[in-house]
């Protein structure tokens, strides 16, 4: 994945600041629909001082510390189960309950997506070359430790992980990255 010159951006409480040269993937498609407390919401239109999103692993509602936004050009794919489907960066985190988190481009039709539930299972993945560039979006959640069941929300009805696992899979972290880690 490739970040597009300097346009990416790190938005923080009380302003923008533009940083150059930072590849901040793992992300999605700017129109994806988050569960929060007010009911869906578009991921670029969230308000950090004001929205709460839903997370259904930890069964809570979590307080936005930071929104992400990158203009990009790679490949995308288009992960659908029965609850929806979600347009994100192929190295976006997801929770699967046989092989742990893992990106997006791993993923395959039949893996069953943690959800808080029983799982969600995967219906399709598609891959596709984004033909020009793409706007995406990540989150980062206020006061959410490095427990990972706390760092998920839902996003077009669909269970992903956000900035924080993203991070942890691509540095290969300590944190536990399995099912059992979720409680």
């Not at 300097?6 to 993937?25: E, H």
């Not at 929806?84 to 997006?104: I, K, R, W, Y």
Request: aromatic share 6%; hydrophobic share 45%; proline share 2%.
């Amino acid at each position: 994945m490739k970040v597009l010159g300097p346009n990416c951006m790190k938005t923080i409480k009380g302003g923008v600041i533009i940083i150059q040269d930072i590849v901040i993937d793992g992300c999605f498609e700017e129109s994806t629909l988050i569960t929060t407390q007010a009911g869906p919401k578009m991921i670029k239109d969230l308000d950090m001082d004001q929205d709460q999103v839903w997370n259904p692993i930890s069964q809570q509602w979590m307080a936005i510390s930071r929104k992400t936004v990158s203009l990009i050009k790679g490949i995308a794919y288009i992960i659908t189960t029965a609850k929806g489907s979600v347009t994100v960066t192929d190295n976006h985190p997801f929770m699967t309950l046989t092989e742990g988190l893992v990106q997006a481009s791993e993923l395959s039709e039949g893996d069953v997506l943690a959800n808080g539930d029983a799982g969600d299972v995967i219906m399709d993945v598609t891959a596709f070359a984004i033909d020009d560039h793409m706007v995406v979006h990540n989150l980062v959640f206020e006061n959410a430790g490095t427990e990972v069941q706390n760092h998920f929300v839902e996003a077009n009805g669909v269970v992903s992980g956000v900035l924080f696992l993203q991070d942890k899979i691509q540095y290969k972290s300590s944190v536990a990255l399995s099912t059992s880690a979720l409680g």
